[in-house]
């Protein structure tokens, strides 16, 4: 891992993509605080949410098609992110007060989202050996994680000192910081585009065409979209737990403890990464992250171990998230691997919006504590599905079957990076 830092570009564009990934972060939690926090129901909630999420499960898969088939990284990086900040001064002005316009901005502002997580991880196969890649992707993820403990830390501050509209402003102004700094690196530069381009082809998923027509990369795509569910029933599962334990602060804090959770799991898992294949570890690491968050369920516990059980819940996040990153390459052609990267974060995204939207309409309908408990289990139960039809089998292509297959145009794409 600490070779991987040392790697030369590497800790500008981890530290520019947290910043960048911020506004992502922050928003489960600002959004609900900024309906909530000026007299909505968490019905509403949970749809200003949602609508975030799955415009961003939309646009992120569209705008990295752009970037494979144009080549223009730094143009859709750029463009998306201003964009995106526009759709949070919407969202800030209109969510409550003009819901009609508010959901549109929301959207705006999901669908726009720079597809920072992507790209990066489309470019570790051109900064590091292939011998490092677990590595990198362990390490990628516990950026990610210092995002999510950061994010909702930050939106606390953010109301705080600018009030609920003001924080989603906040929000904005990162996300355009941190967008426009990434996209200044060099590495994301102009690249060759891959449509017309002799790339390297695959049983699973041909010369032209989507990645989603290889079989073992939608079993991901559905493992990950199931994982995600219980992840985004914690922002209402937490926010509804604070309000009964008489502390709404305290949704804040049992958010970032849980990335808290999910960091010390992609340190220990970046440190000591396992030989087994990403293939066989993602159904029993998806299974285990399911069981995790069911203790969540007890609404009745002291805040003290409600918060203990939060940070568990996070372990195995980013270890499940490190074998999908490894394993998606292997299901799709080099040329479809920025819009893979793509689908799996939507994917996620999608779990993450159902989760929110389903656990905000049983907080909302159900007695107090039973809402949280209903939602949880929900969550737990979807992710242990998931899990469950993630074989090994199942998530190996046929090529994979017979043996490696290295793909000769990887060897070309450090030099087509810059």
């Known amino acids: 891992m600490f070779a991987v830092l040392r790697t030369r570009g590497v800790p500008y564009l981890l530290t520019t993509s947290v910043i960048g990934r911020l506004a992502s972060a922050m928003a489960a939690l600002a959004l609900v605080r900024l309906v909530v926090g000026q007299g909505g129901e968490y019905g509403y909630a949970s749809i200003v949410g949602a609508t975030y999420v799955i415009a961003g499960m939309v646009g992120q898969p569209l705008l990295s098609r752009l970037i494979d088939r144009s080549g223009r990284r730094r143009g859709v990086l750029v ?39 992507p790209a990066l991880r489309a470019l570790w ?26 994010g909702p830390l930050a939106t606390v501050a953010g109301i705080a000192l600018a009030g609920v509209q003001g924080n ?81 602060d305290l949704s804040s804090w049992a958010i970032a403890v849980n990335a808290g959770g999910a960091l010390t799991g992609a340190l220990v898992f970046g440190r000591f990464p396992p030989r087994a294949s990403a293939a066989a570890l993602i159904r029993p690491l998806a299974l285990g992250l399911a069981v995790l968050y069911l ?22 996040l980013p270890p499940l998230l490190t074998q999908v990153f490894t394993q998606t390459p292997l299901t799709v052609s080099e040329r479809h691997r920025t819009e893979a990267n793509a689908w799996v974060v939507s994917a996620f995204a999608v779990g993450v919006a159902a989760g929110t939207l389903a656990s905000g309409f049983l907080v909302q309908l159900l007695p107090a504590g039973l809402g949280v408990s209903a939602a949880v289990a929900v969550g737990a139960v979807v992710g242990a599905l998931g899990g469950a039809q993630a074989g090994l089998r199942a998530l190996t292509p046929p090529a994979a079957s017979e043996g490696p297959h290295p793909d000769p145009s990887l060897s070309e794409s450090a030099g087509r990076a810059d």
Do not use: C, K, N
């Not at 998306?80 to 819901?99: D, K, N, R």
């Open 295 to 316: 203790p969540l369920a007890a609404w009745m516990l002291p805040a003290a171990a409600w918060l203990a059980l939060a940070f568990a819940s996070g372990l195995l």
């Open 125 to 150: 196969p051109a900064l590091v050996e292939e011998r490092r890649l677990t590595s990198a992707f362990a390490l990628d993820a516990a950026a990610q994680e210092v995002g999510f403990i950061v």
């Open 168 to 248: 989603v402003l906040l929000m904005g102004a990162i996300g355009l910081a941190g967008g426009l700094a990434f996209a200044a690196h060099p590495r994301l530069g102009r690249t060759a585009p891959a449509v017309g381009a002799p790339a390297a082809t695959t049983p699973t998923t041909g010369r032209h065409g989507s990645p989603l027509t290889s079989a073992a990369f939608r079993r991901i795509v559905l493992t990950m979209a199931a994982a995600a569910v219980p992840v985004g029933a914690l922002t209402i599962v937490a926010t509804e737990y604070a309000a009964l334990a008489g502390s709404p």
């Open 79 to 117: 463009g998306s992110t201003l964009l995106a900040t526009a759709g949070y001064v919407g969202t800030a002005w209109a969510a409550v007060q003009i819901p009609a316009v508010g959901l549109v901005a929301v959207a705006a502002a999901g669908f726009f989202t720079p597809p920072i997580e």
